[in-house]
């Protein structure tokens, strides 16, 4: 969506969900708030969350591994 219009599907943009609110893209036109990047923000929130939502933050787990103690001190040898 852009001031100039919705550019996608004829002309038909679809007003952000419940989810996106909060989000940096979704910005407010004379008809109501839509996402500036995705013209149809329901489909974006279907199988969860949306990659282009700027205000959900995705937490990368990182398992430590085991190091053997043997290898360490060998490694720390060279």
């Given at each position: 969506m852009t001031n100039q219009g919705c550019s996608y599907n004829g002309g038909i943009c679809h007003q952000i969900v419940e989810p996106c609110e909060g989000c940096n893209r979704s910005g407010e036109f004379t008809t109501g708030w839509y996402?500036?990047?995705?013209?149809?923000?329901e489909v974006k929130w279907k199988n969860g969350n949306c990659n282009m939502a700027s205000h959900i933050s995705t937490a990368s787990s990182s398992a430590k591994t085991k190091i053997n103690p043997l290898k360490a001190s060998k490694r720390g040898m060279r």
């Open positions: 996402c500036t990047a995705c013209p149809e923000p």
